[in-house]
């Protein structure tokens, strides 16, 4: 059955949802579901968050600042203020509102695209001059950085964690979960016929919703393939100086570098370190066999990075 029409039907005919994948995608789209009524039951071979999941580990960066891509800027609006909800709900704190300094280069198209969309979508940033960045921040080199712009409401969010309360909130409100891994069972006329679950089990139910994030080209080879190709990004944590509070959140938010490469880091998040991280799109990644060694080269690269913007790190 069609997802639309699963809903159409809700709640006079409640319909079984299966959600396959209880990532940030998998596991939101379940509880959302189930607030709509639907009997949901949500699957994940390893768990929310696990550490091959692309939702995984420590911490993800929520900020507005996507250039021309109003979208984007009005789906992060969004979800700060439903974090805020469900955080309450939940008893939970899994943001951190550090805020978020995006430092722009002569090349600024990106950003100058990016202030508008910001303030339509009522979000509080400041437009900082270099000379007001480096009053601001002087444990950061802004060499070669024209401005930054501020982003007041951004921040980062205990990724694992967050995965978790999700989870945790869904079981609360009557969702079923299992820990298994699903197979698409074959497609007859326009319907699935059911799962094939690693328990040698099958589940059958209205409709199938596979968040899988990077799996979801193996799993569905034909018709999705390689449209989605999961590449390798390596993060770092550094220790950060003893008794320094520099490099902390208390006195630098999220950061993020929009220069010749784009590197972007979170301060020292819950004594787990100062995150460095290059965006750089790297070589295809398997997700569920890759070597997740960390490359020399990779290392190379991010402390030459950190000496030269954060040389008294
Ligand atoms: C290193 C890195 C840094 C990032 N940083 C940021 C950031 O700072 N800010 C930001 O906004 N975004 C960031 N992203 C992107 C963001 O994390 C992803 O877009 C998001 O987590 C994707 O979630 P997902 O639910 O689609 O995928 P996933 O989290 O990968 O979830 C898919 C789930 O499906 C499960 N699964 C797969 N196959 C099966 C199966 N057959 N049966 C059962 N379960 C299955 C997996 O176990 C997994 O839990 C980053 C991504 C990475 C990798």
Known sequence: MPLADALAAVPANKPHIAVIGAGAFGGWTALNLLRQGARVTLLDAWGPGNSRASSGGE????????????????????????????????GLKLYRRTGALWMASQNDAYEKASLPLLREARL???????????????QINFEGVAWAIYEKDAGYLLARRAC????????????????????????????????????????????YVFACGPWIGSLF??????????????????????????????????????GKEFFYGIPGSERRGFKLADDARGPSFDPTHGDRMPSLEGVRAARRYLEFRFPSG
Request: aromatic residues 10%.
């Open 164 to 207: 978790e309360g999700v989870l945790e909130g869904f079981l609360k409100e009557g969702g079923e979960y299992r820990q298994l891994s699903a197979t698409p069972g074959a497609i007859k006329g326009r319907e699935m016929q059911g799962l094939v679950l690693s328990d040698g089990s099958t589940l059958a139910a209205d409709c």
């Open 59 to 90: 911490t993800r960066v929520i900020r507005a600042t996507y250039g021309p891509d109003r979208v984007y800027v009005e789906m992060v609006a969004r979800s700060l203020q439903l974090w805020r909800e469900n955080e309450t709900r939940w």
């Open 221 to 258: 080879p034909k018709l999705i393939g390689d449209r989605v190709q999961p590449t390798r990004q390596e993060i770092f944590f550094f220790g950060t100086p003893a008794g320094d509070p520099r490099f902390l959140e208390e006195q630098l938010p999220v950061w993020l570098d929009n």
């Open 124 to 138: 509080a940033v400041e437009e900082l001059s270099s000379a007001e960045v480096r009053k601001r921040y002087p």
